[in-house]
């Protein structure tokens, strides 16, 4: 097939932008839908969907720690790519995609032997009952190892989307998810393997993914090449990269220790059917979160390369519009939200009970998404611009300076403590946003003045 790299200093802004941003967010939609796909099937397991469902949902900090680690390369790496090849220095971004690779591949061994051996501890303090251990545990040994494909794909392809490569990008989820689709209910029912079969299904996709990224980058069609001989991490090559990714770092690292609180204390003030439902309210959010990304990593390589080049208008044409389409989204998904959340419940279970507790809690948790748009539209341009320090503070601000201890505060304060767990996240969506947002437009002019030099 004929791969078509977008042009990121000339031509319209807004065009060029949604010729990234549209197959990006077509992968995230994708990645969300078969995300989904998973939990409907397991969800619906015979005679077991609920504890199944629930057992699953406590392996997803797990999940976000190796997506973290993922994304402190990956996120750190694509910006600077982007900064580099604006600035015409193709060595340094081929450096620092090489570098990367190695960096990924070192992870992937300490994680897979690390998460291994802890699961079981692990599973249980995020809040396993007896019932629900074994499914958590049949589905997470499988899944870590096959975390170094897991690694690959969410470390290495943003590499590709800050070519301009939007399409081979988005092919990569579409290809996964498309496997992993097909395979679920194979495995899942036709073989009687239950949450093993959603594992086994989850890390074949993932490794089909990888095998893509790897023949594309070392390729010929590519622009920047993955270079034997750039694989030796450098410390000025990697440790910016790895400065700058902190704070997607962060963000989802603190996903893990956000979902550890959430579960722990929905289990000591609601029980399992709590954990249920924040289990079915996490894949609901999804459906705002991954749009979000897809919207943010079409604008990042615009943003990243016009930066490098100094071409300020260019930069605040593209900012301007990726903070609209944000800010339009979860102000659209708030409202779907409010009006209809059993039904977006009723997707994910058949569990009566499950479907009455998480309609009434959906609409707690959903209540500040609005703000959501306007947090992550500021905090992925201080990414896409360089700025790691700032960009760090943020990242630690609505998760580890204001959610988690509200989690754990408000159920001393307020009579019904479960409300009190959940009214966490809108509280703290909207402080963070707002801080966000004010912090954003008062550094925006300097840091544009300043230039791509100083990073």
Known sequence: MTQTRQDMGSGSVKKLMLQLMIPAVVAQVVNLLYNIVDRIYIGHISGIGAAALTGVGLFTPILMLLNAFAMLVGAGGAPR??????????QQAEKIISNSFTVLMLFSVVLTVSFYAGAPVLLRLFGASDITLPYALGYSRIYILGSVFVLLVM???PFITAQGFAKISMLTTVIGAVINIILDPILIFGF??????????????????????????????????????????????????????????????????????????????????????????TSASQLATLPLQGVCQG?????????????????????????????????????????????????????????????????????????????????????????????????????????????????????????????????????????????????????????????
């Open 192 to 281: 009687g393997m239950g949450v093993r079969g959603a594992a086994i299904a989850t890390v074949l996709s993932q490794a089909v993914g990888a095998c893509w990224i790897l023949r594309f980058l070392t390729g010929d069609k590519t622009t920047l090449q993955l270079r034997w001989e750039y694989l030796k991490p450098e410390k000025r090559v990697i440790l910016p990269v790895m400065a700058l990714g902190i704070s997607s770092f962060v963000m989802l690292s603190t996903e893990s220790l956000l979902s550890i609180s959430f579960s722990s204390s929905l289990a000591r003030y609601g029980g399992d059917v709590a954990v249920g439902a924040m289990t079915v309210i």
């Open 155 to 157: 470390g290495m392809n």
């Open 81 to 90: 790519t982007a900064i580099a090849m604006g600035q015409g220095d193709k």
């Open 299 to 455: 604008g990042q390589p615009v943003m990243s390369f016009n930066f490098g080049a100094g071409n300020k208008q260019r930069v605040r044409e593209a900012f301007r519009f990726q903070l609209t389409l944000c800010g339009g989204y979860t102000c659209l998904f708030w409202m779907l939200m409010m009006l209809v959340p059993g039904a977006v419940a009723g997707i994910f279970t058949s569990d009566a009970e499950l479907i009455r507790y998480t309609t009434w809690a959906m609409r707690i948790y959903m209540a500040g998404i609005c703000a959501m748009g306007f947090q992550v539209g500021c905090q992925q341009s201080f990414m896409a611009l360089g700025q790691a320090k700032v960009s760090l503070l943020l990242a630690c601000l609505r998760k580890i300076i204001l959610l988690i201890p509200l989690i754990f505060i408000l159920p001393l304060l307020l009579p019904d403590k479960v409300f009190g767990v959940f009214l966490a996240e809108p509280v703290s969506d909207i402080l963070a946003a707002t801080i966000t947002t004010i912090t954003f437009f008062s550094r925006f002019d300097k840091i544009l003045d300043r230039g791509a030099e100083r990073i």
